[in-house]
Nanobody, 123 residues
Framework: QVQLVESGGGLVQAGGSLRLSCAAS????????MGWFRQAPGKEREFVSA????????NYADSVKGRFAISRDNAKNAVYLQMNSLKPEDTAVYYC????????????????WGQGTQVTVSS
């Protein structure tokens, strides 16, 4: 069992940066791949980024490549999403998720989900 709690969201101007954190409970955290997804109002949940259990592999949506960076600290049971050069279209609720496989972009590959943190980017 893994419980996930996101933090770090907020309101930022276009071009700004935010760092999201996801704190995990559960001893099996370090065996899970971790992903970040987002959902904007009226839109489906979409993949943002993912990282393998040992940080060897990462995966990014084309829309965030070169702007976002995912990382994890297994000693702290945490995963992070550094978001730079933010755009209004990045506005969404951001969710972290844990899954037993690799750094998948498919939401159904993830077993555990957090409650989400709101990111709003003003133009």
């Amino acid at each position: 069992q893994v419980q996930l709690v996101e933090s770090g969201g907020g309101l930022v101007q276009a071009g700004g940066s935010l760092r999201l954190s996801c704190a995990a409970s559960g001893r099996s955290f370090r065996t899970y791949a971790m992903g970040w997804f987002r959902q904007a109002p009226g839109k489906e949940r979409e993949f943002v980024s993912a990282i393998s259990w040992g940080s060897r592999s990462t995966n990014y949506a084309d829309s965030v490549k070169g702007r976002f960076a995912i990382s994890r600290d297994n000693a702290k049971n945490a995963v992070y999403l550094q978001m730079n050069s933010l755009k209004p279209e990045d506005t969404a609720v951001y969710y972290c998720a844990a899954g037993p496989g690799g750094p998948s972009s498919r939401h159904y590959d993830y077993t555990y989900w957090g409650q989400g943190t709101q990111v709003t980017v003003s133009s």
